[in-house]
């Protein structure tokens, strides 16, 4: 479904029982998806440790890899295996942790996520302060003339994905949404309506 959607990338949240309270899926099932997907895969850690599984992620299948910025003692040494091992990197904050702690890691990174739901678990109620917090990020690119993608992930919705879009928002994680409708694939062509309609 996904593959003959209008959805660029699949995401995939990857969970090990101790960053967050939730467990989900590992390497056999990464594999099993990048097997079929036609879409290139955005693989978002929420483990710990996550440097001793860099390689292993990548023979998986992540083309991009997120890591987050809580769960990482030597941030730029991590950012720096990704991409020597051939993959995209990205950081994500927690809603609890500012943006200005990536003031010197930015240059490095591909993509910033911001969680705008406290990480762990799908349907949750979106947290209003994150538009600060992208419109702070956003500046702090423009101001660098960076590249860097923003994208957030939890309780985007047809009725804030354009506002979110304007704050400064390039990449949305998406779940609940478009897997609750009646028309997943149908879902997923209205949001993108919404914001290529500026």
């Avoid at 730029?76 to 702690?101: C, E, F, Q, W, Y």
């Avoid at 969680?115 to 302060?129: E, H, R, Y």
Wanted: aromatic letters at 6%.
């Amino acid at each position: 479904m996904l593959n003959s959607s209008s959805c660029d990338w699949i995401h995939l949240d990857i969970m090990d029982g101790n960053y967050v309270p939730n467990l989900t899926f590992g390497f056999p099932v990464i594999q099993q998806i990048k097997s079929i997907a036609k879409k290139p895969l955005d693989v978002h850690l929420m483990i710990v440790e996550p440097d001793r599984y860099l390689e292993r992620f990548r023979d998986s299948g992540a083309d991009i890899l997120t890591v987050h910025y809580e769960a990482c003692l030597h941030l730029n040494r991590t950012v720096n295996a990704i991409r020597d091992l051939g993959m995209k990197p990205a950081v994500s904050l927690n809603p609890h942790t500012p943006v200005s702690v990536l003031d010197e890691i930015l240059p490095e990174l591909y993509m910033v996520l911001l969680m705008t739901v406290n990480p762990g678990f799908g349907a949750q109620k979106f947290i209003d302060s994150s538009y600060d917090k992208i419109r702070k990020l956003k500046r702090m690119i423009t101001e660098n003339n960076l590249n860097t993608l923003i994208e957030i992930d939890g309780g985007v919705s047809l009725e804030n994905i354009k506002s979110l879009n304007h704050a400064g928002v390039d990449v949305f994680v998406i779940g609940n949404t478009i897997f609750a409708a009646d028309e997943p694939v149908k879902m997923i062509e209205r949001l993108g309506e919404e914001i290529s309609d500026k």
